[in-house]
Structures are given as structure tokens and as C-alpha cells.
């Protein structure tokens, strides 16, 4: 099943990911995560969606929770760039 057909709360989507942040206490909103997570202006998240990250966002990503510890995460922001770079 491709990665952006997955259900949005899904730990393999951009979305669920994002949950799975909150949930763990490490942002307390989009706006917060697009600062801090994915290094953009405050206001990426909430006017892209987090469905249409750029890649280099998901890379900020990646970066950004490796550096706290949350491999489980950062090895679900690793699946979803690899499978945007598959995708046609």
C-alpha cells in the first residue's frame, strides 16, 4: 500500500507523524512543529498541510528528531521520504 494511501492517523503519514509528536509532548501545535521541527515559518503546516511537505522539510524533520532520541520516529519520517522518492 503506498504511503499516501495509508489512514491519516497512520504513524507512515506526515499527519501521523505530526499526532505521534504531539501526543509525546514535543510540540503543542502545527505552528510550533513548523518552527521547530521543520525549520519554516510559523505558518507551513497549517497552509501546506502537512501531506504536502516539501522534502527538504521532511529532511529538518528527520534531522530535528534524531537529535532528541525519537528513532521510532525518525525511522517513520525516513519511509515517507523514501517513498516520496519512489512515487512518480
Known amino acids: 500500500m503506498a504511503l499516501n494511501r495509508q489512514k491519516k492517523g497512520s504513524c507512515t503519514t506526515i499527519d501521523g507523524i505530526y499526532v505521534a509528536v ?30 504536502r511537505c516539501s522534502t527538504g522539510a521532511l529532511v529538518h524533520l528527520y534531522c530535528s528528531l534524531g537529535e532528541i532520541g525519537q528513532a521510532a520516529l525518525q525511522a517513520a ?3 515517507r521520504l523514501l517513498g516520496a522518492e ?3
Open 22 to 51: 504531539r501526543e509525546r509532548g514535543l510540540v503543542i501545535s502545527k505552528r510550533r512543529c513548523s518552527q521547530e521541527f521543520l525549520e519554516r515559518a510559523s505558518n507551513y503546516a497549517s497552509d501546506m498541510g502537512l501531506g
Open 86 to 88: 519512489v512515487q512518480p
Open 77 to 79: 519520517v525516513l519511509a
